[in-house]
T-cell receptor, first 110, second 116 residues
Framework: QKEVEQNSGPLSVPEGAIASLNCTYS??????FFWYRQYSGKSPELIMS????GDKEDGRFTAQLNKASQYVSLLIRDSQPSDSATYLC??????????FGKGTMLLVSP | NAGVTQTPKFRILKIGQSMTLQCTQD?????MYWYRQDPGMGLKLIYY???????DKGEVPNGYNVSRSTTEDFPLRLELAAPSQTSVYFC???????????????FGSGTRLTVV
């Protein structure tokens, strides 16, 4: 049984700060990782995917992967109140099924 | 381009009733999935399909059934509804290439189901 662990939060940061969201996974053979953002009452939307060790940047978002430590993180630079949401980490399994963590709630205060 | 369309958006069922949650995608995605999300919990996989006529169980399939007669449609059937099936249900689709590359899911807007 694959497991994906996230701190449920809430993680509170002031506007303009860097928010750091973390995720660990149990299956050492996992190769593909995804971050989704979910606003309250809405469906998840894909923010980033990462497949190789290291950093991947897309605008204000940076995903970091360390397969040796089984650790994935998402950094959000210049956080905005509109970034307030729950962030879900997901790990790809067979047939492209995703195992999701419970999510970390991020609150960005003006 | 509608993406993934789910109906209904809300439904209240009585214990023992049955219903079908509809899911349609217009992106020609080969893979489709059903997840449920309980408050404070992550999404749990119910069933998935890798193509028309091919379905398989996920982590929490009990009490549910699916079919996939076309690429576009992937309905989820609840038989004999129980309070434990109160949840938000999300349908999703994705395209997976011949070498296994996958670029993430597109989710529908969800169905909020209450069983009383």
């Amino acid at each position: 049984q694959k497991e994906v662990e996230q701190n449920s939060g809430p993680l509170s940061v002031p506007e303009g700060a860097i928010a750091s969201l973390n995720c660990t996974y149990s299956d050492r053979g996992s190769q593909s990782f995804f971050w989704y953002r979910q606003y309250s009452g809405k469906s998840p939307e894909l923010i980033m995917s990462i497949y190789s060790n290291g950093d991947k940047e897309d605008g204000r978002f940076t995903a970091q992967l360390n397969k040796a430590s089984q650790y994935v993180s998402l950094l959000i630079r210049d956080s905005q109140p509109s970034d307030s949401a729950t962030y879900l980490c997901a790990v790809k399994g067979g047939y492209s099924t995703l195992t999701f963590g419970k999510g970390t709630m991020l609150l960005v205060s003006p | 381009n509608a993406g993934v369309t789910q109906t209904p958006k809300f439904r209240i069922l009585k214990i023992g009733q049955s219903m079908t949650l509809q899911c349609t995608q217009d992106m020609n995605h080969n893979y489709m999935y059903w997840y449920r999300q309980d408050p404070g919990m992550g999404l749990k996989l119910i069933y998935y399909s890798v193509g028309a006529g091919i379905t398989d169980k996920g982590e929490v399939p009990n009490g549910y059934n699916v079919s996939r007669s076309t690429t576009e449609d992937f309905p989820l059937r609840l038989e004999l509804a129980a309070p434990s099936q109160t949840s938000v249900y999300f349908c999703a689709s994705s395209f997976t290439g011949g070498t296994g590359e996958n670029y993430g899911y597109t989710f529908g807007s969800g169905t909020r189901l209450t069983v009383v």
